[in-house]
């Protein structure tokens, strides 16, 4: 296991008009699990198959463990990858595939095996060994791909959207697989993903990219629970934005004043946004600050329902909370827990 | 009334007859084949079993082997076998290795360039054989572009007779058949996820290793193809040997025509047709048997 260091790493594409990777420094700390974070398009594999040696970026470095590697082949990094196409040898059975990476690095079949079964064990495919990847299902072949990065003992494990193509449930079991097994070994690893829950179950530390930067860099906490920019924001599930003024320790918005102490860099002028899943609604004024509005639209999805609330400004906001029974046209009071309201620049 | 026939369809599948049988579909085919193929080579294999005589087309005589054992006991006639099968096994081979070269530059390209690269790699089937031919003289005749060049540079000091002879043969059918090979083993390459050959980068696999480990063995299916092709074309060519082999090239096909054409002895010609026909067929299957045995394990078709 490693640490492993990007100083502003570049990569332009011939033909692109914006880099798709621009000036990203990082540093992954010796048995952390980050998470790159980010919509489509935003760079992450691209970030991830420069640090895998496939690509070579434009500038910058990379260091493992402080020795410098930007110009060392792919073959000679000493990583784990599984790609998002898994890209496993469809011509090699489970066994096979998973010794590659030992036979590459000279390993004797005496040495070989144990490994292996170890490996197979580890994502409980002993029973597979001697299959061929197009006779397993797609969580098995999952675990194949994942088996074939660890037994390597990579210096990183790198992970590229790795349970895309899986159903929701299927996906869910995989993650706490993959949290289960890196934390037991105390692997350093590097895992992309655009999905924002994904990257919170897994990650002790999430990097938000968006058009080739870090946007926010932090623990899943401060990242759900702080948000800096208003990208990140939405990222995470927040909505609901309003525009607002900031005074000191104060923010006013659509009339409201509410108490919430922000971070130094918060303008003015700025913008707040509510999150729907803080908010709850009354039809008699709580104490403390409220919204009043019109509910415009009540929408039951099960565990919880969406009501859209009409402000006299016209704007909307949307709150989801458990069934209230709330009839659209009712005049209602919105309020919120304190740490649903975020403040930042526009 | 568009709504009830679409709720009559699937309830009244049962009434669905079953599509009548394709087989009969290929009737038409073999019926041609049978006419323009089988029956004459047939003919031809059981002429090959009545006494050699000039200038006899028809079924008379006794059955008799004599013919075949007149061919295998006399080292003139079967070294054009030996010959035969020596330079259309050199020619496939070299053309696979090409073949492949070419494969890989083009799988590699990028996408804007792939098809110029394709047109090029396909521009030996664009010129006549016979504009082809002489442009091989050019280059390869005893004071040909290459005999100069070699002269200038004092490697040599009088030419090598490169023309008419079985390198001649192998250059000018290479020439021909890379296309074939290449664009057949592309169709393999292409059925590869780019992403598993990097895979195979990450785990530590050099050049060579990708290419030996992981993309031969993915493209057994087009090679065998590209193979069995260029096997089969190489051995029964004709022109190409007759006019850069010259006329005693040693190639069956150029013996079967003088026996054919010059000789007129057609019982003698149909055994080496016959020869030629089993040689080939033996070569193919075996190839075929092989790569199919490569890789039933792990296709999934
Ligand atoms: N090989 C390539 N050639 C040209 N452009 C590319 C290539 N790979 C990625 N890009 C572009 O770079 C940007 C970032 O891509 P990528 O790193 O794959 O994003 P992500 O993985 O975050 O979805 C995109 O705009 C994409 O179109
Ligand atoms: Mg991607």
């Known amino acids: ?346 | 009334m568009a709504i009830t026939d679409m709720e009559v369809a699937p309830a009244g599948s049962g009434a669905l007859k079953p599509p009548p049988s394709p087989a009969w579909l290929v009737l038409p085919g073999m019926v041609f084949l049978f006419f323009v193929l089988l029956l004459p080579v047939g003919w031809l294999m059981a002429l090959s079993l009545k006494p050699s005589m000039a200038g006899a087309f028809s079924m008379e005589g006794d059955w008799t082997i004599a013919n075949y054992l007149r061919f295998f006991s006399q080292p003139f006639y079967y070294s054009t076998l030996i010959k035969t099968l020596w330079v259309s096994g050199l020619t496939t081979v070299i053309t696979a290795v090409i073949g492949y070269a070419l494969a890989l530059v083009i799988w590699t390209a990028k996408p804007a360039h792939r098809g110029w690269i394709v047109l090029i790699v396909l521009s030996p089937l664009l010129v006549s054989i016979v504009a082809r031919t002489y442009g091989w003289m050019i280059v390869l005749g005893d004071r040909g572009i290459l005999n100069q060049f070699l002269l200038g540079l004092g490697l040599i000091d009088e030419p090598i007779q490169i023309m008419y002879t079985s390198a001649a043969v192998i250059v000018g059918l290479v020439h021909v058949f890379v296309p074939f090979m290449a664009l057949c083993i592309l169709t393999s390459l292409d059925k590869i996820d780019p992403n598993v050959p990097e895979a195979a980068m990450t785990f530590g696999a050099g050049r060579l290793a990708v290419l030996t480990r992981i993309l031969v063995p993915l493209t057994v299916p087009g090679l065998a193809s590209g193979l069995t092709i260029v096997f089969s074309l190489s051995i029964s060519s004709y022109v190409t040997p007759a006019l850069m082999g010259g006329p005693r090239s040693g190639m069956l096909t150029t013996f079967i025509y003088q026996q054919f054409a010059v000789t007129l002895d057609w019982r003698f010609g149909a055994v080496l047709v016959t020869l030629l026909l089993a040689l080939t067929l033996l070569v193919l299957t075996t190839i075929l048997a092989l790569a199919a045995r490569m890789t039933a394990k792990w296709s999934k078709a």
């Open chain 1, 1 to 346: 296991m490693a640490q492993v260091t990007l100083t502003h790493i570049t990569k332009l594409f011939p033909g692109a008009a914006t880099p798709a990777v621009d000036g990203i420094s990082l540093v992954i700390p010796k048995g952390s699990f980050t998470t790159l974070l980010g919509p489509s398009g935003c760079g992450k594999s691209s970030t991830l198959r420069i640090v895998a040696g496939l690509s070579k970026p434009d500038n910058g470095m990379i260091l493992i463990d402080g020795r410098n590697i930007t110009h060392l082949s792919a073959a000679k990094r000493n990583i784990g990858m599984v790609f998002q196409s898994l890209a496993l040898f469809p011509h090699m059975t489970v066994a096979e595939n998973v010794a590659f990476g030992l036979k590459m690095r000279g390993l004797a079949e005496a040495e070989r095996r144990p490994k292996v079964s170890r490996a197979l064990e580890l994502v409980e495919l002993g029973h597979l060994a001697e299959r061929y990847p197009h006779q397993l299902s797609g969580g098995q072949q999952q675990r194949v791909a994942l088996a074939r990065a660890l037994v390597v003992e990579p210096s990183i494990l790198i992970l590229d959207e790795p349970f895309s193509a899986l159903d929701r449930k299927l996906r869910e079991s995989m993650q706490i697989e993959l949290y289960r097994i890196t934390r037991s070994l105390g692997i350093t690893a590097m895992f992309v993903t655009h999905d924002q829950e994904e990257a919170l179950t897994l990650s002790d530390r999430i990097v938000v990219m968006n058009q080739g930067r870090i946007e926010q860099d932090g623990t899943p906490r401060e990242i759900y629970g702080a948000p800096k920019t208003r990208f990140v924001a939405e990222f995470m599930g927040l909505s609901n934005f309003l525009p607002a003024q900031s005074r000191g320790s104060a923010l006013v918005f659509e009339g409201v004043t509410a108490e919430k102490t922000m971070d130094a860099g918060v303008p003015q002028e700025c913008f707040v946004a509510l999150r729907p899943e803080g908010l709850s609604l009354s039809v008699a004024k709580p104490d403390g600050p409220a919204l009043n509005g019109r509910l415009a639209e009540a929408i039951y999805q099960g565990a919880t329902s969406s009501y859209t609330v009409e402000l006299p400004t016209g704007r909307r906001i949307t709150a989801r909370t458990p069934d209230c029974g709330l009839q659209p046209g009712q005049d209602v009071w919105v309020s919120w827990s304190p740490d649903a309201l975020h403040a930042f620049a526009a």
